[in-house]
T-cell receptor
Framework: SQQGEEDPQALSIQEGENATMNCSYKTSINNLQWYRQNSGRGLVHLILIRSNEREKHSGRLRVTLDTSKKSSSLLITASRAADTASYFC??????????FGQGTELSVKP | DAGITQSPRHKVTETGTPVTLRCHQTENHRYMYWYRQDPGHGLRLIHYSYGVKDTDKGEVSDGYSVSRSKTEDFLLTLESATSSQTSVYFCAIHLQGTDTQYFGPGTRLTVL
């Protein structure tokens, strides 16, 4: 069974707007990661936040983590058409494994 | 660039035929993973390897086997393909010194 549940499943916004995606998980974690997938391509790692961190930034990305609620959010600020992709959260498991959520499909319209 | 290739990139086969997908890496990473991706399910782990000849099952391993006789190659075999195995298959490696994975380009498999 999957660890992460993502919300919304699909999101459509205009260029310049902010996009927020949420991820909830079930068990305790050491870290939570976000990946991006362009259509027809493999996943690409975006950002990792550890369980003792509450917020992390990388360029236009902001990730928050609330371990008490077992949830995380990914904010993309000032979105661009090139941000159109699917975004997945993933939590760590033993053996270096990752457990992925179902993903949020983001469409940014010019 | 972690240098992962997958072959073939696309394959159409018939029910009951054996299929082998290959994942090749060039940088000696120890951990390798096979996932399948289906609409509404995200990525699900099929099998993984933590070294030559060391493999273990993932969440959806039924109907699949793997082999790793060399560090650089991780093979996924469908002994007798079924239509439910129509999917996109991704190989990934665990980047040493990090907690992240690097993904190959994927193989689109259609079982008729």
């Amino acid at each position: 069974s999957q660890q992460g549940e993502e919300d919304p499943q699909a999101l459509s916004i205009q260029e310049g707007e902010n996009a927020t995606m949420n991820c909830s998980y079930k068990t305790s974690i050491n870290n939570l990661q976000w990946y991006r997938q362009n259509s027809g391509r493999g996943l690409v790692h975006l950002i990792l936040i550890r369980s003792n961190e509450r917020e992390k930034h990388s360029g236009r990305l902001r990730v928050t983590l609330d371990t008490s609620k077992k949830s995380s959010s990914l904010l993309i600020t000032a979105s661009r058409a090139a941000d159109t992709a699917s975004y997945f959260c993933a939590t760590d498991a033993e053996g270096g494994k990752l457990i992925f959520g179902q993903g949020t499909e983001l469409s940014v319209k010019p | 660039d972690a240098g992962i290739t997958q072959s073939p990139r696309h394959k159409v086969t018939e029910t009951g035929t054996p299929v082998t997908l290959r994942c090749h890496q060039t940088e000696n990473h120890r951990y390798m993973y096979w996932y399948r991706q289906d609409p509404g399910h995200g990525l699900r782990l099929i099998h993984y390897s933590y070294g030559v000849k060391d493999t273990d099952k993932g969440e959806v391993s039924d109907g699949y086997s793997v082999s790793r006789s060399k560090t650089e190659d991780f093979l996924l075999t469908l002994e007798s393909a079924t239509s439910s195995q129509t999917s996109v298959y991704f190989c990934a490696i665990h980047l040493q010194g990090t907690d992240t994975q690097y993904f190959g380009p994927g193989t689109r498999l259609t079982v008729l």
